[in-house]
């Protein structure tokens, strides 16, 4: 199995390292079929590229950044414009968010509305759809990686090996899942300092916990895992329990000294 | 610039660190002078050529692109010189747009495949339909708490990458 042909992409796109592999018999015999993945792989960049200048919060320009700046101005009737169409699921989407978790999630931060920790899982979702498409229907196993969150489907009876990187030393795995399908999304605080951010206090949250969620869907096991790192500030058995109540979806923790 | 060099050093550092981790305890007098961290250099003190050690001395000097003239400071292409490990030469090459890197490179870097890696411990215990039950494990990719570019070039994900672009 490990024989299979296999090729890897890496762009920096959203500040975040994103890896694409891509594994099968077809890589090796079929020209059209590496160009044809080529392409996919290309669209699925292009496309990341699209919607961070539509969603960033760090450009003056982007749609949310737009958003933000009329919801905070002085005088601002904090009626915005009509959002287009993605801004508008998107914007569904972290409300579906911040009910799933009890509010756990909620991208109405301090200092301004902010989807960031939903966008970059249905970001990768959507562009990946030309890549999974052609992967289908030519046997080939594909796997991106989008600054550690992994959304991944292999085919034929083989497997993808996903390390969960150990919070106390990232050079070293706390294990590894072999998966044929779905996501795994790993939330806390271990390269970033304090990233999540309590909603309820606009603290960080706690940062002695990992949460690692695995799924279908990378958008919800991203928001899960991050929702439980929240919750974990009111006690590691509060986040277990939590993440028991899923449906679909399983979550570990991992204390970090 | 000085920030940029700095970076790139305490990168180097940490590379060799990184990929010395697997045989740390069989290492040669060289090797071990290498995976020293390099003091000061993450820090702002000056003097980033000291104590990195077996060549990982990179100037960061060598620009392949001259920075734009609108932002001189903050954008550009980096090249640090390359360092040799028990591996092979490792060389690292930057790009800086806006004060953001937004593209990290290894111009060179050891053929050997090296993306085998040691489990630390057992803490997935949700997670025991999937997990391997290796104490060492081949893995494709890397699940973790949010990396950032910057940390890439100095992580399994990018040896991972490496060994299939």
Redesign the interface.
Known sequence: MSELPRRAWVQQLMGLPVSVHVRGAALEDDDGARSDVEAAVAELFAELRRLDARFSTYRPDSEVSLLRARASAPGGDGAPGEPSPLLAEVQHLCAVARGATGGAFDADLPGGWDPSGLVKGWAVERAVRPLRAVCSELGLDWLVDAGGDVLLRAVDGRTWSVGVEDPADPSRLLGALRLRDGAVATSGSVHRGAHVVDPETGRPASTSVQATVLGPSLLWADVFATAAVVKASGGAEVARAWLDTLSGYRGSLASSP | MRRITLWVVSTLSALV??LS?RTSTAGTGADEAAAQPAPGTTTSSASPSTSTGAGAEPSASAASEPPSSSSSSSSGTYTGQSADTRWGPVQVRITVTDG?????EAVEYPQENHHD???????????QQ???A?QS?????????????D??LT????A??Q???
Do not use: C, F, K, M
Not at chain 2, 100 to 104: A, G, H, L, Q, Y
Not at chain 2, 155 to 158: A, C, D, K, M
């Open positions: 660190l990184l981790y953001r890197i937004t593209d990290v890696v040691e489990i630390n411990s057992w803490a997935l215990p949700r997670l999937e997990v391997l290796a494990a081949q893995v494709d990719a890397v699940s973790g708490a949010t990396v950032t570019s940390g890439y992580s399994l994900q990018s991972i990458d060994a299939h672009l």
